[in-house]
């Protein structure tokens, strides 16, 4: 069989997603599980965009607008950046997509820092790239070190703002300082998932950074902030000439009628945005303060997850945690055995949370 499948993918292993939900409770029998694993807005989806899928759902049988107009407007509008510098993607996974199939070929070097968010690797190997993976100084992306790194077959370097599964941020000055050492044919995904959880003063801003550096891109999603993960839509802002070379390869209808329409919507929606903003950082304060009080080390967060120190390793307490129905994401994966990382939850559920580690610890 190998010789059927392209080069890199062999040594691929499948993404391992949060355990859904409906899984836990079918394999175990638990009732109401929570899951904090997948860095998921808690609340729930947007009430403006849930209504705005509503108002479209009659609308089915037509296909999308493969331009996007009306998304891209909002965007625009409430970014400063003109239409033709914005891409929307299936999810901001997509557009991490498209940029590795317009700018990458097989055999090209890509950039990492890592621990970082896997889907990079996956995708680069799975189009025959190679990924260069320079560790984290501490818990932050060591710039210098990734600037080593650069050779004239590196085509593309991922930067994650903050980084999952660290949580730490780069300055902006930090990432304009890095931009400019770039040789200037190298594209930079600067990917801002969880930029608007940011509370640091000084924080990089992709869109700041785009007027000096023509081959920036910075990603975006509604699946975090706005509550849209199930939705799938993502998007990016870049120069309009690399736009317009994603653009030739992504498929016409990438990003879907719902989608565009609940995003659009969800621009506007600033209660439920100042709501989730207000649940992450109250919770974060509840979790830190119990964390501290069980004595267990935690890595400060700029995010609205982050990573906890197990001394008896994350894997065997994940395990743990999964029969008190209490779903978090052991890290192993991410070489960080030694850890598992949980999102910020409601109030009712980081409290059952920090009550299954007590008692899965022994701790209480
Ligand atoms: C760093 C990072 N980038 C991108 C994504 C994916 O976002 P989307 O749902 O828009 O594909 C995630 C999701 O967990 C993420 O952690």
Do not use: W
């Amino acid at each position: 069989m190998r010789n059927l499948i392209r080069q890199g993918i062999e040594e691929l292993v499948p993404y391992p997603p949060g355990k859904p939900i409906e899984e836990l409770e079918r394999e175990l029998g638990i009732r109401s599980p929570i899951k904090l694993a997948s860095n998921e807005n808690p609340i729930g989806p947007s009430p403006m965009a849930v209504e705005a899928i509503r108002q479209k759902l009659g609308s089915l049988n037509r296909y999308p607008d493969g331009s996007g107009y009306y998304l891209k407007e909002k965007l625009s509008e409430k970014f400063g950046v003109p239409p033709e510098q914005i891409i929307l993607g299936n999810g901001s996974n997509e557009i991490i997509e498209l940029i590795v199939r317009t700018f990458l070929s097989p055999g090209d070097n890509v950039i990492q820092a890592f621990p970082t968010f896997l889907v990079y690797e996956k995708i680069v190997k799975g189009a025959g790239g190679t990924m260069t993976s320079v560790p984290l100084s501490g818990s932050r992306p060591d710039l210098d070190a990734m600037l080593r790194e650069v050779t004239s077959e590196t085509k593309v370097i991922f930067l994650n703002n903050p980084n999952n599964p660290t949580g730490a941020l780069l300055k902006h000055e930090e990432i304009a300082a890095f931009l400019k050492a770039l040789p200037g044919d190298i594209v930079v995904a600067l990917d801002e998932a969880y930029i608007e959880f940011v509370t640091e003063a000084g924080a990089a801003d992709g869109i700041r950074l785009l007027s000096e550096n023509p081959t920036l891109i910075a990603l975006r999603t509604f699946s975090k902030l706005y509550g849209l993960a199930g939705l799938r839509i993502g998007y990016g802002f870049s120069s309009p000439a690399l736009i317009d070379y994603m653009n030739r390869v992504r498929q016409p209808f990438n990003a879907n009628l719902l989608a565009q329409a609940a995003a659009t919507a969800a621009l506007d929606d600033i209660e439920f945005v100042e709501k989730t903003l207000s649940i992450v950082r109250e919770g974060l304060r509840y979790l830190y303060k119990s964390l501290d009080a069980m004595g267990l080390e935690y890595i400060p967060t700029q995010t609205n997850f982050f990573l906890i120190r197990i001394p008896g390793g994350g894997k065997p307490l994940y395990e743990r945690l999964l029969k008190k129905g209490v779903i978090v994401r052991a890290m192993d994966s991410f070489g960080l055995s030694d850890y598992i990382r949980i999102s910020v939850g409601l109030p009712d559920e980081n409290r059952r949370f920090i009550e299954a580690l007590g008692r899965c610890l022994g701790c209480f």
